[in-house]
């Protein structure tokens, strides 16, 4: 559960919540400057438009594994209500457990699957490796690397990571071995992918919670901080720049430059809002289940 305090009130919003607005963002990507996702080798990709829509459904799904958890979440010991990402994250194992539910679920997806376990790799690789690829930091990490992991709680990771990397080459020889898919894992087609799962959570993350670092001083979260969104592919992998993200009030958030197909792109963000102090519910699901959700709307605009 992404869980932010603001104003006084409680924000609770859930991780597939999240991630189909992750999903949504990269079904709007793409304009005149930035290339859309899976048309950045469009000379060699047969079927661009196909592996755009794999690219959404896997960026839309990125957090499926999640799914068993919100049914039935832990509860957070100091509030009784579902506990945050980061109180979650506590138990590493549940965490590596809830990648590899997810990467089971569309067995016939190996692309889907390909991403979404890339997107995994890559956030663990920021506290397991010494140096990980600068260009696939993940917008949590923008203003700098988080603190690396002992070298006991390290040897997990690294063997985990080891797992993902196989099944992506497992998923890639399957990809090759299909005529129709085998340009789509090249690595100009391929890169710019893997970063671009990256770049649609960070941008929902930032309206769902207050987990991405602002520019100055504390996170105040839910679209109402200022960051920048670095290694963005434009044109091609080997043309990148960055975004810099300014709410401009009323839940209007610029993004210059603007990488998004309409200006202004709204986006609602479901959530769960209790006013504080809120007494612990006593049966959390007949709990949630009343509870009326909210549907908060932002606009992403450019540069006027
Ligand atoms: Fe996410």
Redesign the pocket.
Known sequence: MLKTNQDGKLWMVT?PD??QI?GFIAAHWGNALFTRPGFFSAETVADPERLRAEVILAIAE??NGWWEWEAIPDLSVADGFPAGLGEALQNQQAGIDRWRRGLTRFPRRPFVNLLISSHAYWFYAARALQTPEPAFNHPLFWKGAPDKLCPESNEALLAFMAELQKQQLGSIEELRADPETASWVEPASLAPLQRLIQLC?GI??ALCSALIPSKTGASKGLGDDSYELHDVPRRSWMDRCTITVTPRGDRRIELNPYPFDIDPLPVVVRARIVELPAERPAHVHSWWHACVPQHIQFQFVSAK
Request: charged content about 20%.
């Open positions: 991780q999240h991630s992750a990125h957090d959570d929902s993350l």
